[in-house]
């Protein structure tokens, strides 16, 4: 029997996480060495992502980010995952994706997300509030007419160089946005595979209201989540355990920290609130040895029918996700 893993795509997102000794400058660099690897494996795509004033977050220009990866690279696909459209003008995001198109032909992705700044502070200093990501829709819209040199609003004003280029956009989404790359006609990036109900709901709809258009004949569905895989169940879970911290303690303390090492961790001393939002952090993630995560990774396909698996993972030991990503193309390549 032919395994769904086999018929699956699979690509990496790397959020650029900063960790403790080594600062942000350090972890962009890193996400670019990490992109050779991952070419190197054979993943489909390299995608990076967009957050601003977050301490334990480097990548705050993906589009710029992205131009480092393409030039460090020769064939995997590059892109975002995504540019947050309410941050931006549509106009100055088609003409930088045209740039990156233009540059890198038949390699760049434009991953579209709807957040916007995570406080009031960052959204004032990003001249846009929390009624841009109301109109994402309409954003999404522009941006494509831009591309496809069928916008209306400026007359006379063009994209250049992007317009009339063939430049593949992914809607990102969690619930609601489902419908909008429905409407919109383009594939649906949703997550994480650990609130497995409720991407099943979004992808229900994504499919039921799927529209065709020029960009998507059919709906396509990129499901991502964290995946470790190394030679114990064990070893694999201790590559979850840096992610897990740093999200409690953002959640209890409000600053969104660098990732510390596994060790460190587990001998801290923790409030009981931080301790049950760290476990629960620990828990649903596709991890364990190879035969461990083939399993799951054929149940977690199999019921949302995606066509591709989207990993994203970060953690502090940086060889230690290498191997993780090294073990997970071993049982792509092997088809389970």
Known sequence: MTSVIAATRFSFLDRSRTREGHDGPGALRDTVTLAREVESLGYHRFWVSEHHSVPGVAGSAPTVLAAAVAAATSAIRVGTGGVMLPNHQPFVVAEQFGVL????????DMGLGRS????????????HGKEDAEDFPGRLTELLGWI????????QVHARP?????IPAYVLAIGEGASVAAAAGLPLVIGDLRGREKVLRAVEV????FRPSARAERPEVIVS???AVAATREAARRLLIPEAW??????THGSFPPLAPAEEIEARTMTAKERGLYERGLEGHIHGTEEQVTEQLETAIKETGADEVLVTTSTYDREALVDSLRRLAGIVRRGG
Not at 148 to 155: K, N, R, V, Y
Not at 246 to 251: G, I, P, S, T
């Open 116 to 127: 916007v700044g995570f406080t009031d502070g960052v959204r004032r200093a990003l001249g």
């Open 225 to 227: 989540g964290t995946v």
């Open 101 to 108: 198109a233009s540059l890198f032909p038949g390699r760049i």
């Open 246 to 251: 740093a999200m409690a303690y953002a959640r």
């Open 162 to 166: 992007a317009e009339g280029l063939d």
């Open 148 to 155: 496809d040199g069928t916008q209306q609003a400026h007359p």
């Open 206 to 209: 994504y499919r039921r209201d």
